[in-house]
């Protein structure tokens, strides 16, 4: 697994490739609690390079939106493809997330959001 | 920073003069010298120039036939001025211009003031090279010694001890009066881990935090004559609220790094440390370093094996929770496995028995390991609380979604394919909480994929609703449970074994009693996955309805 992140004005992008597994869900969440920590709370995690993702990388997911969550912040999720979105989908979590086909339309999403 | 200029005669050459710029001058026979006296009179390393506070100053290197500064032998590090004539072998060093009249005589009480404002740090490595090729004699007393440091290495010793024999042979061949072997914590901090004294030494063996990282993180060997007045090491911490004092120190260092340090005190009046004590000391450090570490590779690994009995025992616990066998009905058969993927997991599978009805349940934790597995003990707890007291499916899983979410801080979760047969009907109920789909194995063979409504994995949301899907079963039917890891098994050619591996691999046992269609199922994703890692916990159930009065 690899990780970029970016930084657009106020809102973080964090893009994470390969598979997001056991072995790697902890370097992910390390990168996000570390973008968090600096005080970001517009985040956008772009999925467009994940292959695979286990429950371990779901659960990262979920801690970043309930640490991003009830007024504390916003979190998008975009690019997922088939094999990771049958995974949120399985779990039964997509309704817990906003989810954007493209980071573009995340950003964009974040950037029209009034403070 | 004035240089240092010498006009040199050696016998049968010309008279040279040489200027030289930087902190230290060496003059020997060995050609390494930054002057080269290639006469047998003079010793390899014979005597050095050195400047300390702008001043140069020459001491003797240890030499054979001693270094004379304007006709007097030196003893000990002396200042040089203009129109001074050093005298190395029957070679000339003489510093250019008149003797200034106020800087020549020095009184004994300012010259040891002036010599023990000294202190030389030097790469341990070089001092390593000089041990080799230091003169004969003392070469061999060295090699003696290291010998026997060796060979007392060798012997197996405890930690401790170790560092104890260590700090007797340094005091055995360097009479320090204390000595004290500082460790770099895993933390950074540097802590006195084993200390010694000898004869009348009572002042504190501390080390200044500026010594430590000369010693420790660039590996100098350092000799202080004077800490106490050198301004280096004043400080934070200081060395030596006690008293002029000398200390040697050398890394505990390594081809892997350095460990820690070794440092050797001694009162100025009682003994005063030399570079050869020095590069003694840093060739016994040097062979400790390697041991420590072997010693304690060797309590690291024994720390892992009691670790391992652990987790194995860990283990023992899961698989007792997993291994009791399923209760016994004539309506049913029941089968379940899990192979977990890690020593401990997170998969899970039960079977209850309440009254006329079955309760069963095949579940996958987040995440693998210990938090997995103590989710995974928790989440089987739970579920064989809320059965014993009966209810509807969809509101037992309520339940227990809502015990699981509560200050679920660290966000696991569970996916479960949770079920209840009536033994008397065949009515089977099941909630989907975020699972792979069950299979229908029919009594004719035919196999199919059961579509039980999606909702929420248990434990990540308080208020999900849990709704039941019906299916009725009858005579002969099954239903397969399984998680994630049997359709996540992968191939040595990175293939996935698939809805479409299962499905292949049912067809030829969904008639099987429910141990064989279990067993054999688990061995077809393990063929399968061939040497390929197992990635994820491996789960089966089969439930079997035979029919009510048979």
């Given amino acids: 697994m690899q990780i970029v992140q970016q930084r657009h004005g106020e809102v973080g992008v964090i893009a994470p490739s390969g598979r997001v597994d056991s072995t790697t869900s902890e370097a992910l969440q390390a990168a996000i609690t570390t973008v968090l920590d600096d005080g970001t709370t517009q985040l956008v995690i772009d999925l467009a390079g994940v292959e695979y993702i286990s429950s371990a990388g779901l659960r990262v997911m979920l801690l970043t939106a309930k640490r991003l969550g009830g007024g504390k912040g916003a979190l998008v999720l975009c690019g997922l493809g088939d094999a990771v979105r049958q995974v949120f989908d399985l779990a039964g979590l997509l309704p817990l997330f906003t989810v954007d086909v493209s980071r573009q339309a995340a950003l964009g999403r974040l950037a029209v959001k009034p403070d | ?550």
């Fill in chain 2, 1 to 550: 920073m004035a240089p240092l200029e010498l006009a040199i005669e050696r016998r049968g050459a010309p008279p040279t003069t040489r200027s030289f710029d930087g902190e230290s001058v060496i003059v020997g026979r060995t050609e390494k010298a930054d002057i080269t006296i290639d006469d047998y009179s003079v010793s390899r390393r014979h005597a050095r120039f050195f400047r300390r506070n702008g001043v140069w100053f020459v001491e003797d290197l240890g030499s054979r036939n001693g270094t004379d500064v304007n006709g007097r032998r030196i003893s000990e590090p002396s200042p040089v001025n203009p129109g001074d004539v050093i005298t190395i072998g029957s070679s000339v060093l003489r510093l250019p211009g008149d003797h200034v009249a106020a800087a020549a005589p020095h009184s004994t009480i300012e010259a040891e003031r002036d010599e023990s404002i000294y202190s030389v740090l030097r790469p341990a490595a070089d001092l390593m090279e000089e041990v080799a090729t230091g003169g004969a004699a003392k070469a061999m007393a060295r090699l003696r010694l290291l010998h026997e440091v060796h060979r007392a290495l060798a012997a197996p010793i405890a930690r401790a001890d170790l560092l104890q024999m260590l700090l007797d042979q340094a005091c055995a061949v360097l009479r320090p009066e204390q000595a004290a072997i500082f460790m770099r914590a895993a933390d950074g901090s540097v802590e006195r881990v084993a200390s010694r004294r000898w004869g009348g030494g009572s002042a504190p063996m501390l080390v200044s935090r500026r010594l430590a990282e000369e010693v420790i993180d660039k590996r100098s060997a350092a000799l202080v004559l004077d800490a106490q007045c050198d301004e280096r090491f004043a400080g934070a911490m200081s060395v030596l609220a006690s008293g002029v004092r000398s200390i040697l120190a050398a890394p505990l260092a390594d081809a892997e790094g350095c460990l820690g340090m070794i440092a050797l005190y001694s009162s100025i009046g009682v003994r005063r440390f030399s570079e050869q004590d020095l590069e003694v000391l840093v060739s016994i450090a040097s062979a400790a370093a390697m041991r420590i570490r072997n010693i304690d590779m060797a309590e690291a690994a024994a720390e892992r094996r009691a670790l391992d009995r652990e987790i194995a025992l860990a283990r023992d616990i899961q698989m007792d929770l997993l291994r009791r066998r399923p209760p016994e009905r004539p309506e049913v058969e029941l089968a379940g496995r899990v192979i977990p993927a890690h020593s401990v997991g997170g998969d899970f599978y039960d079977f209850v028995i309440a009254g006329e009805k079955l309760w069963f349940v095949v579940a996958d934790v987040s995440g693998k390991g210990m938090g997995a597995a103590l989710m995974m003990a928790v989440g089987q707890t739970l579920f064989r609380a809320v059965t014993a007291s009966g209810g509807e499916l969809g509101e037992l899983m309520t339940r227990v979604n809502h015990e699981l979410a509560i200050e679920n801080d660290r966000a696991m979760f569970i996916t479960a394919m949770a079920g209840c047969l009536d033994l008397a009907s065949g009515q089977l109920l099941l909630v989907n909480a975020g699972h792979n789909l069950p299979y229908h194995l029919g009594r004719d063979g035919a196999i199919s994929m059961l579509n039980v409504r999606n909702s929420l994995a248990l434990g990540v949301v308080d208020n999900a609703g849990y709704p039941v899907t019906e299916v009725p079963l009858a005579p002969g039917d099954a239903v397969l449970l399984y998680t994630d890891g049997v359709c996540d098994a992968i191939d040595e050619a990175g293939q996935r074994f698939g809805t479409s591996g299962l499905e292949r691999a049912l067809g030829e046992i969904a008639s099987l009693p429910a141990d064989a269609v279990v067993q054999h199922l688990c061995d077809a994703v393990i063929r399968f996955a061939g040497s390929a890692p197992q990635e994820d916990d491996i789960t089966v159930a089969l439930v079997r309805y035979r029919g009510a009065g048979v």
